[in-house]
């Protein structure tokens, strides 16, 4: 995160988990329906965005673990994706070749 205080991680275990930078700690898992092949903090750490191989984008709540939204529209798996830097939008890329924001 950017105040330093977590680690996020993804994997294909389809799981995106946010870690105590403190301690290690394991603070929460954010379950998928398929593997997680990115993720990243919104500029303010109120928000997480994965990218799933199950073609979709979601967005959650950093404090509560909780899923805020899913977005659809790659005919692929979803590769990353990002916040922009006013934290408006979510850019992301697929193995379909395409970009979306």
Same mark, same amino acid.
């Given at each position: =995160?950017? #105040? %330093? +205080?977590? &680690?996020? !991680?993804?994997?294909?275990?389809? /799981?995106? $988990? *946010? @870690?105590?930078?403190?301690?290690?700690?394991?603070?929460?898992?954010?379950?998928?329906?398929?593997?997680?092949?990115?993720?990243?903090? =919104?500029? #303010? %750490? +109120?928000? &997480?965005? !994965?990218?799933?191989?199950?073609? /979709?984008? $979601? *967005? @959650?709540?950093?404090?509560?673990?909780?899923?805020?939204?899913?977005?659809?529209?790659?005919?692929?798996?979803?590769?990353?994706?990002?916040?922009?830097? %006013?934290?408006?939008?979510?850019?992301?890329?697929?193995?379909?070749?395409?970009?979306?924001?």
């Amino acid at each position: =995160s950017y #105040d %330093d +205080k977590y &680690i996020l !991680t993804s994997s294909w275990d389809k /799981t995106a $988990r *946010i @870690w105590s930078a403190i301690n290690g700690d394991l603070i929460t898992n954010l379950r998928h329906e398929d593997r997680v092949n990115s993720c990243a903090f =919104s500029f #303010d %750490d +109120k928000l &997480i965005v !994965t990218a799933c191989q199950d073609e /979709t984008v $979601r *967005i @959650w709540d950093t404090q509560r673990g909780q899923l805020k939204h899913t977005l659809k529209g790659h005919a692929h798996g979803v590769i990353a994706s990002c916040f922009s830097s %006013d934290c408006n939008r979510v850019i992301s890329a697929s193995v379909d070749r395409t970009a979306r924001i």
